[in-house]
C-alpha cells in the first residue's frame, strides 16, 4: 500500500507559518493602529439623563433644566423629550453631541451615569445631567417614561 501524496502546496504553507512563528522580517506582524484621540470610543448608559444646575446651600439641592434632558437610545444616538432624534460622540470621558437639538454641546462623564457640561475654555461647568431612569424607550414632553420602542 502507498502513502498518501502530500498536496502541493503543504511544505510551502509549513515554511511560511515557520517563518511566521519565527519573527521573519517580510512577515513580521503589523504594529498596532494608533489610539484614538480623546480616548477609546464609547457609548452612554442607555436612560433619561435629568438636567440641572447646581442648587446652593440654602436653597434647592438643584434647579432644573428640562432644556438638557435627553434619553440615550442605542448606539450613539439620543432623543429630546419632544421626539427629536440626535447623535453624539463619546471618546474616553468626553462626550459631544454632534446632531440634533442639543448639537455642540459638550460634557464630561465624571461616572457612569453622572456628566457635566463643558465651558468653552474646555472646565466643567455647574450644569449636571443625571441618569435618573436606565433602559430604552421613549419620553414625552412631560417627563413621563413610556413603554420601550418595538
Not at 60 to 85: E, M, W
Request: aromatic share 4%.
Amino acid at each position: 500500500m502507498r502513502a498518501p501524496r502530500k498536496a502541493p502546496f503543504v511544505a510551502p504553507l509549513i515554511a511560511v507559518l515557520a517563518a511566521a512563528c519565527l519573527g521573519s522580517p517580510g512577515l513580521a506582524a503589523r504594529p498596532a493602529p494608533p489610539p484614538v484621540p480623546g480616548g477609546p470610543i464609547g457609548t452612554l448608559e442607555l436612560g433619561l439623563y435629568r438636567c440641572e444646575r447646581d442648587g446652593t446651600a440654602g436653597g434647592p439641592v438643584g434647579i432644573r433644566l428640562p432644556q438638557y434632558d435627553f434619553r440615550a437610545v442605542t448606539g450613539s444616538n439620543y432623543k429630546t423629550p419632544d421626539g427629536v432624534r440626535g447623535s453624539y460622540l463619546m471618546t474616553g470621558d468626553r462626550v459631544i453631541m454632534t446632531g440634533g437639538k442639543l448639537k455642540g454641546m459638550k460634557m464630561h462623564r465624571t461616572s457612569k451615569g453622572f456628566l457635566r457640561h463643558v465651558d468653552a475654555d474646555g472646565a466643567d461647568n455647574d450644569i449636571r445631567c443625571v441618569l435618573s431612569r436606565a433602559g430604552g424607550g421613549p419620553l414625552d414632553p412631560n417627563g413621563n417614561v413610556n413603554e420601550p420602542e418595538t
